[in-house]
């Protein structure tokens, strides 16, 4: 019997200790190391270490014939995109995303198209009784496909089931932190157990040829043992995501070995289930309150699909000594970017006032694109400017003020056409590559400096807003320093320039 070898393993990112403490050292995260018996998982007995003879293997090299990932399509276009066009054989992907946010909804779907379609695929719910995955299926209308169902946690059992009779397609397990396995002592939901079972799982895949889907719960404050430390061990990451509040959810690759990590499918929870949404910019904009300040629609790109977005900004007046900057589907430090921006290059002081910057839907933008929507809404909050409902804006700012040019204009140009938008307000340089066929009216600016002048000469502010309309005017610029097409250099305020230049 091999001794006991006892760690201290941090909850969070796996990081294994021989004493307790209060601090992980790798993830900094605190109170997350947990007693665990790691043998097993760890060593191997010594009576195996030592008789044991390495096997001969064969090396290839890198120019054999190689198949083709062999691909099973779930019937879900949304999903097949964010996958790659579909699963594919002996592969393991893990499916992440907050409690009730849909996961068992969706791979209930997934599972029950494709065996209507004639494949085996198995279900097997750690954590619901057969009786709740049924209820589930019968509310989505899928009771009469032929799914394999069971409410099994342990791996051996579930392995030694499945070996059985013909090969399954698709297997979800739901979710990997109930599972557990006899090789290691610990108890189920560890990160060593869910290592240990995520292992086994895969190595069944390999073998299996069938498609593993594992379904993980990530908690924020990372104290169950979040699906993080089998990230690296499985063939694609999705992630699930969406407000509790919305019925939008969005399924975005975070690491895809077989596909690109750019797409994201978007779907709407509706009392029967998961349904696709395959034009999202028209999702997105369905709810547009045409009369309020402070909102600009952003042509984006996810993946290769062109997504409109519209940003909501706020900037009131603050009562706190540092005023207040938030911002939901944004990254944050760009929110701060843009303001020193303006701040710096085009005179806009922002510094007395609390900014909240919103992108409506539930959708989270990671492009730098956003830069010039995102600049837009806060001048026309702070102007509580007459809104231009028909224009779309895109273009990256840098540092010294200019808006730089993006990718795939074209692409974005003709999604706001399509989606009957007049005008759009992109980077100088992208006029070249519009292809001139969009039937947009194109509104080049070459700096932040323009758009802001632009806003600021779009006549009076409506005014009924706030209580004194010229309020806020000593905090823009005077119009007349701003003329239509300033010269970059010339924007930079006086307190900037060095004497003798
Ligand atoms: P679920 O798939 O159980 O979430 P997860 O597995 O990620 O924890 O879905 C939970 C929520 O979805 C639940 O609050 C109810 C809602 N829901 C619907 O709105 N419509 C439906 O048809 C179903 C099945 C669930
Ligand atoms: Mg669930």
Redesign the pocket.
């Known amino acids: 019997m091999a001794k006991s070898a006892i760690s201290f393993v941090c909850q969070n990112c796996g990081a294994a200790y021989n004493r307790w403490q209060g601090k992980c050292e790798s993830c900094g995260e605190w109170n997350t190391l947990v007693e665990e018996d790691i043998t097993g998982a760890a060593t191997m007995p010594v009576s195996i270490r030592s008789k044991r003879k390495g096997r001969l293997f064969a090396l290839e090299t890198l120019t054999g014939k190689s198949n083709d990932a062999p691909r099973l399509p779930s019937g879900m276009a949304e999903l097949d995109r964010v996958t790659g066009g579909g699963f594919v054989r002996g592969s393991v992907l893990l499916v992440g995303?907050?409690?009730?946010?849909?996961?068992?909804?969706?791979l209930?779907q997934a599972t029950s198209l494709l065996a209507r379609a004639g494949h085996r695929a198995v279900y097997i719910s750690g954590e619901e009784a057969v009786a709740q995955v049924r209820l589930?299926a019968e509310?989505?209308g899928l009771a009469d496909t032929p799914v394999q169902l069971a409410a099994e946690t342990s791996v051996e059992d579930i392995v030694s089931t499945l070996s059985e009779g013909a090969a399954p397609r698709l297997i979800v397990i739901?979710s990997i932190q109930t599972m557990w396995t006899d090789t290691v002592e610990s108890a189920p939901g560890t990160v060593t157990q869910v290592r240990a079972s995520a292992q086994a799982l895969i190595r069944f895949a390999k073998k299996s040829g069938a498609a593993i889907i594992l379904?993980g719960h990530v908690t924020k404050d990372g104290q169950i043992a979040g699906p993080r430390v089998v990230e690296h061990m499985v063939d694609a990451v999705l992630s699930?995501e969406g407000e509790g509040s919305q019925q939008f959810r969005i399924l975005r690759a975070v690491k895809n070995r077989f596909g690109p990590t750019d797409e994201i499918g978007v779907f709407e929870?509706?009392?029967?289930?998961l349904r696709e949404v395959s034009n999202p910019s028209e999702l997105f904009l369905s709810e547009r309150d045409l009369g309020s300040p402070g909102t600009a629609v952003f042509a984006g790109i996810e993946g290769t699909r062109p997504v409109l977005v519209e940003l909501q900004a706020l900037v009131a007046p603050t009562t706190l000594g540092t005023p207040r900057r938030a911002v939901v589907g944004w990254d944050p430090s760009r929110l701060s970017m843009v303001l020193a921006v303006l701040e710096a290059h085009c005179a806009v002081k922002l510094s007395g006032y609390d900014v909240y910057l919103n992108v409506a839907g539930g959708l989270r933008i990671q492009e730098p694109a956003a830069d010039l929507a995102a600049a837009a809404a806060l001048v026309l909050s702070l102007v509580n400017a007459p809104l231009p409902t028909d224009a779309v804006y895109f273009g990256e700012i840098s540092l010294s003020g200019a808006v730089r040019p993006v990718a795939q204009t074209s692409a974005r140009l003709k999604e706001a056409a399509k989606l009957g938008f007049g005008r759009a307000v992109l980077p100088e340089s992208a006029r070249g590559e519009t292809g001139g066929d969009s039937g947009l009216v194109l509104n080049t600016v070459s700096g932040l400096t323009n758009l802001v002048a632009e806003i600021a000469a779009r006549g009076n502010p409506r005014g009924d807003r706030r209580a004194n309309p010229d309020e806020y005017r000593e905090h823009l610029p005077e119009k007349e320093h701003l003329p239509e097409n300033l010269p970059e250099k010339n924007a930079t305020p006086a307190r900037f320039r060095r004497e003798g230049r």
């Open positions: 995303g907050d409690p009730g946010i849909g996961k068992s909804t969706l209930t589930r509310r989505l739901d379904v699930f929870m509706t009392g029967l289930g």
